[in-house]
């Protein structure tokens, strides 16, 4: 049993956030895809961009090189490498290798309405060497020998069209994913609702808030004075709060971070640092980014009005979102003071 991840064509509307990331391995309620195949405990192969391969091998070992797959042999199921790490598609994953009608062919869509998107095929009639030879097109290419009958969708799972679906699916997975996280690693819950890893350091006057969701801090996390945490929230491993942070209503920092000011929905990459004051709300930070001190997000219209973001390859997008800040991509840095207005 096996699973081949594509890196789809869909993957280069979410500039920024995948210049220099695998698509698999953006962080969206604390998981990232990579996570959830490492619980399905299939071989799981990876194509990727050409200048990501190396990045690959090195860092998700998970995904094997479909090169040395099995030329003859056929992956049970290829998935886009957009799908949104949450519960509810594993869950879907895991009940369709296992129960997974022999020999008849699925498509697998990103939602019920018309123009949505194949982002999968589950018992695909290609082998991995015919797969390899379509390449990163394959997915669209078996979209369309289903021509205009395809009927309805039959199998479902939500996946990333635009950057701003990470914040929104962000906010929507959170809570369950944590959940998720509880029950498949060891913590050692310290208050209800609170959840911690080893040598997890909290100062005085630390303000633990866990009545909207669980709050879930990895090993060695450290939380500064008269700091506040409001769930639902995830710190990874060696995170720095600094003192008089307020990390609030969804905030998912990775390993190796520095966390100062306040904070409010937000995902902020392994080995970034946000430690001085500032806002930064509803949005995504990649890894080895430095906000200079002042660093402020805006994330709301003066007229309160949904927002909708200007993307390079798709144009005017109406998010359907009143809360959207920025996203950060990888090696990013901002200079003291900097003002980053929201979209139009």
Request: glycine residues 10%; aromatic residues 6%.
């Amino acid at each position: 049993m096996s699973i081949l991840i594509i890196e789809d064509l869909g993957v280069e509307r979410l500039v920024p956030l995948v210049l220099a990331r695998l698509s698999s391995a953006v962080t969206c309620g604390a998981l990232k895809l990579v996570d959830l195949l490492a619980w399905i405990g299939a071989d799981c192969y990876g194509l990727s961009r050409t200048h990501l391969q190396a990045i690959q091998k090195l860092d998700y070992p998970i995904l094997k090189d479909p090169r040395q797959a099995p030329g003859a042999d056929r992956p049970k199921l290829v998935l886009s490498s957009r799908l949104v790490p949450n519960a509810a598609n594993l869950s879907a994953i895991e009940q369709w290798l296992s129960h997974g009608e022999p020999g008849v062919t699925q498509w697998i869509y990103d939602g019920q309405e018309p123009g949505s998107e194949v982002i999968g095929v589950l018992h695909p009639t290609e082998t991995f060497e015919q797969i390899l030879s379509i390449g990163r097109n394959y997915l669209m290419q078996s979209a369309s020998r289903l021509g205009s009958d395809r009927g309805q969708a039959r199998y479902v799972l939500d996946a990333f069209k635009h950057p701003h679906d990470v914040i929104r699916q962000h906010m929507a997975c959170l809570p369950g994913n944590l959940e998720l996280l509880i029950s498949k690693r060891q913590y050692r819950q310290i208050q209800d609702g609170v959840f911690v890893g080893p040598d997890v350091t909290l100062a005085s006057h630390v303000v633990l808030e866990p009545k909207a969701g669980p709050i879930v801090l990895e090993s060695n996390v450290q939380v500064g004075p008269f700091s506040l945490l409001r769930g639902p929230l995830y710190l990874g491993a060696k995170c720095k709060v600094l003192e008089h942070a307020s990390l609030k209503d969804g905030v998912c920092a990775g390993h190796t971070t520095k966390i100062g000011g306040e904070v409010e929905a937000s995902i902020i990459e392994p080995y970034s640092n946000k430690q001085h004051h500032g806002f930064l709300g509803h949005s995504y930070v990649g890894s080895w980014v430095n906000l200079g001190a002042g660093t402020c997000t805006s994330d709301l219209k003066n007229t309160y009005g949904l927002i909708s973001m200007d993307y390079p390859t798709s144009g005017r997008i109406a998010t359907e979102m009143q809360f959207l800040g920025c996203f950060i991509g990888d090696y990013s840095k901002t200079a003291i003071n900097t003002s980053i207005f929201t979209g139009k």
